[in-house]
C-alpha cells in the first residue's frame, strides 16, 4: 500500500508540474476541467442521487464546466466577465469562511441531495476558476498559494502527531487537533518568510504588486492556511455523512480526486479573490 500509495504521488507531482509549466492555456484548462469533473462525479456519490437525479447533475456539471472552458478560452466572449469572476470569488469566500463553519458547527445533513449538489458546485467551480486565472497570471503564483495548503497540511501532520492532545472535531476527523492546526499555521508563516525574501532578493517581475503590499500578505498566507482546514474537515464530514472511507478509488493508494484537493478547494478562492482585488483595483498594481 505505501508503495502504491509513493508511486500514485510521484506521478501525481510529475504531471503537476509539467502541465503547469509547459502545458499550453487550452491543455491547462482541459487537464483541470477533467479533475473538477471527476470531482463532481465523486460529489454526486457522496450527495446519495438516485440514478436519474446523478446523471442529470453529471450532464449539468459537464455544461457548465464546457462554459466556463469556453470563456476562458475567449471562444465565448463576455462583457461582463470580470464582474462574474469577482462575484464568484466573494461567494465562494463567505461559503468558506462563514456558511462551512456553521454547517459544521451545526452537524448539518441536507436531507436533499440537489442541496448538497448545489454546494459541490460551490466547493469545485470557484477553486477551478482560480487555478485558471493565477495560472495565468504567472505559474509561479499558483504553484505559491498551492505549497501554502501543502505546508499547512504537512506541518499540521506532524506536529499532531508530536504534539496533539486537543481533538479539533472528534466527530468528522478523530486524527485533527488544534495543536496540530497551531502547528500548521507555524509552518505556513516560516515558509511565507522564506517565500517574500526570496521574492525580495530575486526581484519576481509576477510578484511585484504583491511585494508592494506585502504588509497584508502574512495575515493572507494565515487565511488561506487556516481555511484549508475547513475544507478539509467539510470534505470528511461530506463523506461521514455518505458513510464511505473515501470519496473513490480513482487514485491507487490515495483515495479519490476530492480525498487530494479538499483543502485547495477552500484556499484557492480566497487567493484568487485577493489577487484579483489586488491586481484590479490596487492604485499603483
Known sequence: MLKTRVITALVAVAVLLAALFYFPKWAWGGLTMLVVLAGCWEWSRLSGFALRGGLAFLSASVLLAALIFAVHLDVLRVSWLQRAYQAVFVTATLFWVVAAPLWLRFAWHPRRALVSGLAGWLVLFPAWIALLLLRDM?????????????????????????????????????????EGVVGGLIGVM?????WFTALR????????????????????????????????????????????????????????ILDRIDALTSALPLAGLFVFVVSRYMPDA
Open 138 to 178: 504567472s505559474p509561479m503564483l499558483l504553484l505559491s498559494v498551492m505549497v501554502i495548503v501543502w505546508i499547512a497540511d504537512i506541518a499540521a501532520y506532524f506536529a499532531g502527531r508530536r504534539f496533539g492532545k486537543t481533538r479539533l472535531a472528534q466527530s468528522i476527523s478523530p486524527g485533527k487537533t488544534w
Open 190 to 194: 516560516i515558509y511565507f518568510l522564506l
Open 201 to 256: 532578493y530575486f526581484g519576481a517581475t509576477w510578484a511585484y504588486w504583491l511585494i508592494l503590499y506585502g504588509s497584508w500578505l502574512p495575515f493572507v498566507f494565515l487565511l488561506l492556511g487556516a481555511v484549508s482546514v475547513v475544507g478539509d474537515l467539510f470534505e470528511s464530514w461530506m463523506k461521514r455523512c455518505a458513510g464511505v472511507k473515501d470519496s473513490s478509488n480513482l487514485l491507487p493508494g490515495h483515495g479519490g
